[in-house]
């Protein structure tokens, strides 16, 4: 099994390569990539997400990418309704199973894909990451599901804490989320 490391160096010339931006060699199919990892590597694959979007940040770049972290879109929404501070308020109160409940009743994956799509912009590459943090009020296959309403063309690489064998994904390596199985693996554990 390669290393974290040895995986994540595979990840800027894979976005290098320009059938990765065309999608050449799906079969038609929508270009939505998955990089799993372990969940204890998460600070390493975030500061290397930061490595990435600084290599492809300079003048003349080809690749314009742009990350969506649910975690702080979730709590961007929160504040722009005004419920920011009710949400620890509700804690308190009810508990955490009432919080819960009307967490995950609030974070449909629509409020979401709206952000993304009024944010996308001129961008030719979509990151999504944050999915461990927003767990359990957002599942990453409700969003990898609706995401292709929004984005059609463009690559999409979602940051996965945990395992995906190209059917299913399972959160932490211990949480099986429904199935998914459109999305390609961006880089092999082998």
């Given at each position: ?12 010339p894979?976005i ?20 799993d990892?372990?969940p204890?590597d998460?600070l ?22 742009i990350?969506?972290d ?11 309704m ?11 109160q009810?508990?955490?199973?009432a ?6 009743e609030f ?12 944010e ?14 927003v767990?359990?009020?957002v599942?990453?296959h ?21 395992v ?26 082998k």
């Amino acid at each position: 099994m390669a290393s974290i490391n040895a995986r994540l160096d595979q990840i800027i010339p894979k976005i290098k390569e320009q059938k990765f931006i065309d999608g050449r060699g799906l079969g038609n199919e929508i270009s939505f990539y998955i990089f799993d990892y372990n969940p204890e590597d998460e600070l390493l694959v975030r500061d290397y997400i930061k490595h990435i979007k600084k290599e492809f940040s300079i003048a003349g770049s080809t690749r314009s990418i742009i990350e969506f972290d649910l975690y702080k879109i979730l709590l961007e929404l929160a504040k722009d309704m005004g419920i920011f501070e009710e949400i620890f308020k509700m804690e308190q109160q009810d508990g955490k199973d009432a919080l819960l409940q009307a967490l995950t009743e609030f974070a449909e994956p629509q409020i979401f894909l709206d952000k993304i799509q009024s944010e996308i912009g001129g961008h030719n590459l979509v990151f999504i990451t944050g999915i461990g943090k927003v767990f359990p009020f957002v599942r990453s296959h409700n969003i990898l599901n609706r995401l292709q309403e929004v984005i059609d063309k463009m690559p999409v690489i979602l940051f996965f804490p945990g395992v995906y064998d190209g059917q299913s994904l399972s959160l932490f390596g211990k949480i099986k989320d429904d199935n998914y199985y459109r999305a390609f693996p961006l880089v092999d554990r082998k």
